[in-house]
């Protein structure tokens, strides 16, 4: 099946796109790249929420009006993904009348978490315990996602929850079709950075702890601000984002070697920094155990 694929962008230069094309003819794929420049001043001023985001990713929202008119159905990817498997399953979804297909965040399973939607339940009638969908891997169906105005829907969500946004527009579209997405199977987005917490979540029926914990994964996607770039050195599944890396050619053997030195300068860098916040937390927290604990050898004495 022939593939066009729209890479949204504000900032690419002429050579990141050869660099692109290039890796792309060496996969042997070789899909159809259709550039796509978008308004650098579009959504500019709207605050992200979270850090290791940045504004780009509310071109996704403007997906409707930049993408050509005979596009009809589409599959949206985030840049920090891996697919591993044929997408043909995925695209052949019904979407039984919703305008996406997606699949459940691993990070805020829940609407009403203080992180995700907690801040605007009440105001909109959203259940608290209505699950939230991660928004990097989408089946969008184009044509109602423009009749609808769910762009217009989500501009005017951020604009009133400007201040209490937490997840830039998947806090929007979470909110504006909440009763208009389809549950999708984990493997098309196997969120790496709180996969195995997401295992033990309370918000789980059995059923779906158990599909989980049987899931084989399509795409790997590599949510938070741990990347495969500077994390995860013993990780098999950053392990095979790095042999995909090679693969395409990129940096050439010899810059290709230098990029893992330079990744695994990162991960350690990474690593010790998080061993450091961990370590203060935990020197934060003592003081108050010990006094609990203090407290109840005084009451057994």
Same mark, same amino acid.
């Given at each position: 099946?022939?593939?066009?694929?729209?890479?949204?962008n504000?900032?690419?230069?002429?050579?990141?796109?050869?660099?692109?094309?290039?890796?792309?003819?060496?996969?042997?794929?070789?899909?159809?790249?259709?550039?796509?420049?978008?308004?650098?001043?579009?959504?500019?001023?709207?605050?992200?929420?979270?850090?290791?985001?940045?504004?780009?990713?509310?071109?996704?929202?403007?997906?409707?009006?930049?993408?050509?008119?005979?596009?009809?159905?589409?599959?949206?990817?985030?840049?920090?993904?891996?697919?591993?498997?044929?997408?043909?399953?995925?695209?052949?979804?019904?979407?039984?009348?919703?305008?996406?297909?997606?699949?459940?965040?691993?990070?805020?399973?829940?609407?009403?978490?203080?992180? !995700?939607?907690?801040?605007?339940?009440?105001?909109?009638?959203?259940?608290p315990?209505?699950?939230?969908?991660?928004?990097?891997?989408?089946?969008?169906?184009?044509?109602?996602?423009?009749?609808?105005?769910?762009?217009?829907?989500?501009v005017?969500?951020?604009?009133?929850?400007?201040?209490?946004?937490?997840?830039?527009?998947?806090?929007?579209?979470?909110?504006?079709?909440?009763?208009?997405?389809?549950?999708?199977?984990?493997?098309?987005?196997?969120q790496?950075?709180?996969?195995?917490?997401?295992?033990?979540?309370?918000?789980?029926?059995?059923?779906?702890?158990?599909?989980?914990?049987?899931?084989?994964? !399509?795409?790997?996607?590599?949510?938070?601000?741990?990347?495969?770039?500077?994390?995860?050195?013993?990780?098999?599944?950053?392990q095979?984002?790095?042999?995909?890396?090679?693969?395409?050619?990129?940096?050439? %053997?010899?810059?290709?070697?230098?990029?893992?030195?330079?990744?695994?300068?990162?991960c350690?860098?990474?690593?010790?920094?998080?061993?450091?916040?961990a370590?203060k937390?935990?020197?934060?927290?003592?003081?108050?155990?010990?006094?609990?604990?203090? %407290?109840l !050898?005084?009451?057994?004495?």
């Open positions: 099946m022939p593939v066009r694929a729209f890479v949204l504000t900032d690419l230069s002429a050579s990141s796109k050869s660099h692109i094309e290039l890796a792309c003819k060496n996969s042997g794929k070789n899909p159809t790249i259709v550039w796509v420049d978008a308004d650098r001043d579009y959504m500019r001023d709207q605050p992200v929420g979270l850090q290791h985001l940045s504004q780009a990713t509310y071109l996704r929202l403007a997906m409707g009006r930049m993408l050509p008119a005979d596009i009809t159905r589409a599959i949206y990817l985030d840049s920090d993904v891996l697919v591993v498997k044929d997408l043909l399953p995925l695209w052949e979804t019904k979407l039984d009348g919703n305008v996406v297909g997606a699949v459940r965040d691993f990070m805020t399973p829940l609407a009403g978490q203080h992180n !995700a939607l907690g801040y605007c339940v009440a105001e909109t009638g959203i259940s315990s209505h699950p939230m969908f991660n928004a990097g891997i989408l089946l969008i169906d184009v044509e109602a996602y423009r009749a609808q105005g769910v762009e217009a829907e989500c005017a969500f951020l604009q009133r929850w400007r201040d209490d946004i937490q997840s830039a527009d998947q806090d929007a579209l979470n909110a504006v079709l909440h009763d208009r997405w389809k549950l999708l199977d984990f493997q098309w987005n196997v790496m950075g709180s996969w195995h917490s997401f295992k033990k979540s309370p918000a789980l029926s059995e059923e779906e702890r158990k599909s989980l914990r049987e899931t084989d994964p !399509a795409i790997l996607h590599f949510s938070g601000s741990g990347k495969p770039w500077n994390s995860g050195l013993r990780s098999p599944h950053c095979t984002y790095v042999q995909s890396v090679n693969e395409t050619g990129w940096y050439g %053997q010899a810059g290709f070697r230098y990029w893992q030195a330079k990744r695994m300068a990162a350690v860098r990474t690593a010790a920094m998080n061993r450091f916040a370590f937390s935990n020197r934060k927290k003592r003081p108050v155990a010990e006094t609990i604990s203090g %407290q !050898a005084g009451k057994c004495n």
